[in-house]
């Protein structure tokens, strides 16, 4: 099976841009998560989508937003770039709730540099 | 509020060392612990899942305690290898089956010859 595919790997923009990262999950997987990883706060859950719906939040601005389509595929838009919004964007798929296990399969990730 | 705590500091072993690496936990009552290893440029990778109610799980090289009255989890490498250098990072996952992963900041492993 073909792992979790993020594009783009890398992106430059400058602040006031807006940014779409791209998640294709590992086929069968329901359940899609994005996380910002800094050196500073280290891997922070922004959301998760089920069903294309919202089932949990991070504590994030509402410049961060999501959604997934039908096909379990997820996109991360961030509106109105700020400088502290650099980092390594990371997503995740996993089968669903499996009890209450909530096994992550991360991609590569996007790396986000705003100048 | 909630609060998981590894590391900061980088651990350096000798290559056949056993690794020990610790997470502790405030003010939360995880499910489960994960373990996950995270290479530079890539995303972690899940190793081991531990349930609340077990002590300690094997996988390998690898072992996992789970001390829920020390709110702590250690993750230990025996027979440690250069190849094993990475950084190492537990979550948190609360009751219930919406549930999101909290993760730790991650300890940086580094195994010499």
């Known amino acids: 099976k073909a792992g979790v595919t993020q594009t783009p790997r890398y992106l430059i923009k400058t602040r006031g841009q807006q940014v779409t990262l791209s998640c294709s999950p590992i086929?069968?997987?329901?359940?899609v998560s994005w996380y910002q990883q800094t050196p500073g706060q280290g891997l922070q859950f922004l959301f998760e989508?089920?069903?294309?719906?919202?089932?949990n939040k991070g504590n994030f601005p509402g410049r961060f937003s999501g959604r997934q389509f039908s096909n379990s595929r997820s996109e991360m838009n961030v509106s109105t770039l700020e400088l502290g919004d650099s980092a390594l964007y990371l997503c995740?798929?996993?089968?669903?709730?499996?009890?209450?296990?909530?096994?992550?399969?991360f991609g590569a990730g996007t790396r986000l540099s705003v100048l | 509020s909630q609060k998981i705590e590894q590391n900061s500091e980088a651990l350096n072993i000798q290559e056949g060392k056993t690794a020990t690496l610790t997470c502790n936990y405030t003010?939360?009552?995880?499910?489960?612990l994960q373990w996950y290893r995270q290479d530079p440029g890539r995303g972690p990778v899940f190793l081991l899942l531990?349930?609340?109610?077990?002590k300690e799980k094997r996988k390998e090289r690898l072992k996992v305690t789970f001390d829920t009255t020390l709110k702590q989890s250690l993750f230990h490498i025996t027979a440690s290898q250069p190849a094993d250098s990475a950084t190492y990072l537990c979550?948190?996952?609360?009751?219930?089956?919406?549930?999101?992963?909290?993760f730790g900041t991650g300890t940086r492993l580094q195994v010499t010859l």
């Open positions: 531990i349930r609340e109610n077990e």
């Open positions: 989508y089920f069903s294309e719906t919202q089932r």
């Open positions: 003010n939360y009552s995880p499910a489960y």
């Open positions: 086929s069968g997987h329901r359940s």
């Open positions: 995740a798929s996993s089968l669903g709730p499996q009890g209450g296990k909530n096994i992550q399969y």
């Open positions: 979550a948190l996952v609360p009751p219930g089956t919406a549930s999101k992963l909290t």
